[in-house]
C-alpha cells in the first residue's frame, strides 16, 4: 500500500482497510516435559494399586459383614449366635485350629482373638453349651459381644 491509498480517508475507512490479524497457533493441552507425564503414570498406577487394594480387602472381610447381618438377625438366641460365630470363625482361621475348639477352649479362644474376656466371664459363657441345647433363653448383650469379636477379632494375614 502506498502513501496515495490513505490520501483522503477518514479514520473509519482506515480501520477498515486494516489486515486482521492471523490466529495464534492452539495452545496444547499435553504436558511440555516428560516430568508430567512421569507423574500422570505414576499417578495412575497409585491409584490402580490402591483400587485392587481396597478390592482385596472388601472380598477378605465378606465374612465379616455376613456375620453382622447375620446376627441383627439373631437378636438374643444363644443357639444360633454360636452358629454365626463358629462359621466367622472357621472363614478368619484354619479349620485345624478352630474346628476341633469346645468348652473352656473354644471361650478362651474367642477372648484371645479379639483381645477381650466376655466370653470366658461374661454373657458370651453361654455359647459353649448352646449348640447343644434344643432351645437355650435369650441372653441379654450376647448379640452385642458377638458384634464386638466379629469387628475386632484379628484373622491369620493372607487367610482372609
Known sequence: MTEEDFAGKNLTELLDMLIPPSEPEAISMW???QGWT?????????????????????????YRRAALRELRLAGEDP??????????????YPRSDIASLLGDDWLAF???SYGGNGFAEGPGR??????FVAAAPPVPGLETLAEQWVRRHKPIKGRS
Open 31 to 33: 504436558p511440555q516435559t
Open 110 to 112: 474367642l477372648d484371645q
Open 79 to 92: 443357639v444360633v449366635i454360636a452358629a454365626i460365630l463358629r462359621r466367622a470363625a472357621l472363614s478368619a
Open 126 to 131: 453361654v455359647i459353649a453349651q448352646a449348640p
Open 38 to 62: 512421569w507423574l500422570a503414570i505414576i499417578a495412575a498406577a497409585l491409584a490402580i494399586w490402591a483400587g485392587l487394594r481396597w478390592r482385596a480387602r472388601r472380598r477378605a472381610n465378606a
